[in-house]
């Protein structure tokens, strides 16, 4: 079992920058690969980024690549998601989840991958 609480997100303006966090319980987490996903009124949930389980390989969404970095701590249990130069497109709660499943590649890109979710953090971007 694994459980997820995020952190960080808020109201911000077009431009600026925040740092999302999800904290894991568990002593498997290090093991398992993370995601990172949201959700806007309206719209299905969509991939944002996603990290292997250790850490060395990671994958982003084509319309924040350059913008937003995933990153994780084992030592610590964290998963990150540093986001800048935010848009009001960014707009969403924005969801942690693990995959106790690591294939890699296009498997990180579909919520079905993953196990456990947290409750989510809300973003909101003005412009």
């Known amino acids: 079992q694994v459980q997820l609480v995020e952190s960080g997100g808020g109201l911000v303006q077009a431009g600026d920058s925040l740092r999302l966090s999800c904290a894991a319980s568990?002593?498997?987490?290090?093991?398992?690969?993370m995601g990172w996903f949201r959700q806007a009124p309206g719209k299905e949930r969509e991939f944002v980024a996603a990290?292997?389980?250790?850490?060395?390989?990671?994958y982003y969404l084509d319309s924040v690549k350059g913008r937003f970095t995933i990153s994780r701590d084992n030592a610590k249990n964290m998963v990150y998601l540093q986001m800048n130069s935010l848009k009001p497109a960014d707009t969403a709660v924005y969801y942690c989840?693990?995959?106790?499943?690591?294939?890699?590649?296009?498997?990180?890109?579909?919520?079905?991958?993953?196990?456990?979710w947290g409750q989510g953090t809300q973003v909101t971007v003005s412009s």
């Open positions: 989840a693990a995959a106790r499943l690591d294939f890699g590649g296009s498997y990180y890109y579909s919520p079905a991958s993953y196990d456990y």
């Open positions: 568990g002593r498997t987490f290090s093991s398992y690969a």
């Open positions: 990290i292997n389980w250790r850490g060395s390989s990671t």
